[in-house]
């Protein structure tokens, strides 16, 4: 259901609604260092804190990933700063991916708190936001659009050995035009269960 779906001109684009699940899908997807990228990395921090404990970490690299009919190419950075039991972390991503759907250039950056990082614990929990802007190239329609996805979520519940979410709900917003000057805004959930996610609009 695109129920919460608004087109604000009068010109019609009818396969919207699939670019914007194809554009927030890709902003969650590993390869294309979209939100599972971030909870992998998070993971990283979280045991390298403890064998390690350090006040602050600070990483910047080029990630270049292969799937079949897709690759990427980023340049990752990110800071992470440990207070207490928490671990606040900043990170950002430029660069670009193509898909059998779609190709993109896009930047995002998030910040997030890592919490319950005790070693005793199996999960640790990851709140904060993210945003990724970026152009997009539909391979099926033959359009182009500006779009900026925004990601909110709050306690998300990440395995420590992994990095894969297993359970929690992100809470997304879709601003995007088309070449043709057509805007369109959607509202929806990302809701992850036993480590899979389902994209779910409202």
């Known amino acids: 259901m695109f129920s919460s ?7 019609e684009v009818h396969y919207f609604p699939v670019v914007v699940s194809n554009t ?34 600070q990483y910047n690299t080029d990630v270049n990933n292969s799937w079949a009919n897709g690759w990427s190419n980023y340049e990752y950075h990110y800071n992470a700063t440990t207070v207490g039991d928490e671990i606040n972390f900043d990170s950002s991503v430029d660069g670009e991916y193509e898909t059998y759907l779609m190709t993109s ?5 998030s910040q997030t708190v890592l919490s319950q990082i005790s070693a005793s614990s199996d999960y640790f929990l990851l709140s904060g936001n993210a945003s990724k802007d970026g152009f997009q190239y539909s391979k099926t329609y033959k359009d182009s659009f500006n779009s900026t996805v925004d990601l909110n979520f ?18 997304f917003i879709y601003n995007g035009t088309s070449s043709y000057g057509v805007s369109y805004n959607c509202t929806g959930k990302i809701e992850y269960n036993d480590y899979v996610s389902i994209l779910v609009f409202d």
Do not use: M, W
Not at 5 to 11: L, N, Y
Not at 160 to 169: A, E, L, P, S, V
């Open 154 to 171: 709050e306690n998300l519940e990440v395995n420590r050995i992994t990095g894969y979410i297993k359970h929690g709900t992100v809470s």
């Open 5 to 11: 779906c608004e087109e604000e001109e009068v010109v």
């Open 24 to 57: 927030v899908e890709n902003a969650i997807y590993y390869q294309t260092l979209g939100l599972d990228f971030l909870s992998y990395n998070a993971s990283q921090i979280v045991n390298e804190s403890i064998v390690e404990p350090k006040e602050s970490y």
């Open 105 to 109: 250039d896009d930047e995002s950056e």
